[in-house]
């Protein structure tokens, strides 16, 4: 048998760290001196303190690992865990990767305005992909606001929307002849060459916004 600080310094973790598998049920002592409360562990049990070692290094957590141990007689059950934290990484893998996109994308935009900060506006042409829309007939802010909001979250279900284009009709005749401004569809549109992703656990959602006003 091997002391608990033998025991930690053969594994290369600390005597802390065993205290807390004990705790947590994960790996007891085999045998605790009643009289001085020492602790005493196997050399058998070093094949598990390099299991557990190996799993969290995997990215399992002790929870996890110690249903693992409890079912550790089952290869298949050990290949099943295995799998399915093959799966959490390749989604963790992917939510990176779109985070990683969308601070790329943003990072461009910000150059962008500060090449462009203190200079006249100009005119882009630029081919959109209208993702929603939705007929209606507002004439103040507050509702506009209220419903291009509405429709962003919904947007937001099923897109990973990088830059967002809000594209408002307006009625010309009221225009013209009351002089209000009366918007009468609402669309939401991506740049057509942007990138989707429906696969994506989370969206990132970059509020930066050019509206367009059409007079139909």
Known sequence: MFSIGETAKLNKISVQTLHHYDKEGLLKPIHI????????????QFLQ???????????????????????????ENIQEAVKLQKDIIKKQIMKLESIEKN?????KKI????????????????SILK?????????NSHDLETKIRKMIIEGEKKYNILDTIIILKV?????????KTI????IIALNRYLELSENLISIVVQHLKTIFFLIN
């Open 33 to 44: 001196n009643q009289d001085t409360g020492y602790r005493y562990y196997s050399i058998d």
């Open 49 to 75: 303190i390099d299991f557990i070692k190996r799993f969290k290094m995997l990215g399992f957590s002790l929870a996890e690992i110690k249903i693992i141990l409890k079912t550790g007689d089952s290869l």
């Open 103 to 107: 601070l790329e994308f943003l990072e």
């Open 111 to 126: 150059e962008v305005g500060i090449e462009r900060k203190d200079k006249k506006i100009r005119i882009e042409k630029f």
């Open 131 to 139: 993702i929603i829309s939705s007929n209606c007939e507002i004439g």
């Open 171 to 179: 009625d010309k005749n009221r225009f013209e002849t009351e002089n």
């Open 183 to 186: 918007y009468t569809e609402i």
